[in-house]
């Protein structure tokens, strides 16, 4: 599903207009990015928590040629599927 039929979805479901379902995911966005600057972390209840996470620099290899790398360290954001809908997803083992 792309972000077009997404707000057609959420245009339809709550009978507003497509414009304002994109408002509503523009501001949850901005909503989130502002959280993870401030807190390190953003939750979306019963679906995804993002986390920012900070990776150590390291060592690695060049797949093309196997000479030695060095990766520095950066900043990445990370999605925690929630329990419960990895539960509702993926089945059990």
């Known amino acids: ?3 077009s039929e997404l707000f057609s979805h959420f245009a339809d479901r709550f009978e507003v207009k497509r414009t ?3 408002e509503f995911f523009d501001e949850l966005a901005a909503l989130s990015e502002r959280e993870l600057k401030r807190a390190g972390e953003f ?3 019963g679906m995804v928590k993002l986390v920012v996470q900070k990776r150590k620099a390291r060592m690695g290899r060049n797949p093309a040629t196997g000479e ?3 990766i520095p360290a950066k900043t990445v954001v990370k999605a925690r ?3 419960a809908l990895k539960d509702a997803v993926l089945p059990r083992k």
């Open 1 to 3: 599903m792309g972000k």
């Open 20 to 22: 304002q379902a994109r």
């Open 43 to 45: 939750t979306l209840p």
């Open 68 to 70: 030695a790398i060095k």
């Open 81 to 83: 599927i929630q329990k």
